[in-house]
DNA sequence: CTCCGGGAAA
DNA sequence: TTTCCTGGAG
């Protein structure tokens, strides 16, 4: 028999081989970059990618640009995000508060003590789009969490007691070495994405189920077996 | 814990 | 038809 942490790092082991992770992120401007992680949450990239071209179509995407725009010709434009009416008056509210606080730049945010406080004090920037700037844009070594990321570790019995975001993060953390992470964030999204689905997981074509303690439980349910 | 949201998947 | 989505705020 193996420790969790043992089978937890195998388990990430494989997926680190049997994932493909391209690197599209690296020269993004840090503003657009920002804006782009708001329209993400709770939507896929697709549509994040729509929004952000008839963005660019309509306007300049800059914090000058953005504070000046009218809020309806915004939220039109992010529309295929979802909602687009809080993102709209979230994105704006942060364009004028990068103006007013940081110079117009946003990576003045970065260059204090403590970025991650600085990020979470704008409005619509929580733990995840916090941690996902930092990382992507500021060079940071976390390991963002969202949902799939979240429900593969609950699955993979890596998250342990660990609850709410700190706990999890923490976690994963501590078995990925530090600059892996951004890679893993990634390959875990593929992963949760293609087979380990909130719904009806693809356990039969998983590379790890054999290390999946949830496995075991899907393949039981699906042979009738209750619970 | 509920709402925001329309499109896609199941 | 219902559920789900790279969350965050009230």
Redesign the pocket.
Known sequence: MWGTSERARMALSILEESIEVEDWFKGVDGFEFLIATIL??????K?VRMAMERLRAKLEISPSSIAKSDLRTIRDCI?????????SRRIKAIARRILEGYGGRVENLLLNDDPRSELLR?????????D?FLAFYGGFDIL?V???IS?VAKRLGIAGRARGYEGVRARLEELIPPHKRRRFH?AL?KFG?SIC????PYCHECPIAELCPSAERFRKTARGDRR
């Open positions: 993400s949450q709770s939507t896929n990239y549509n529309r295929p995000a979802g909602l687009f009416n809080q993102k704008l409005p619509g920037v929580g733990p995840k789009t916090a996902v963002p969202d949902t799939h429900r990634i999204i994405r689905k909130a719904r009806a």
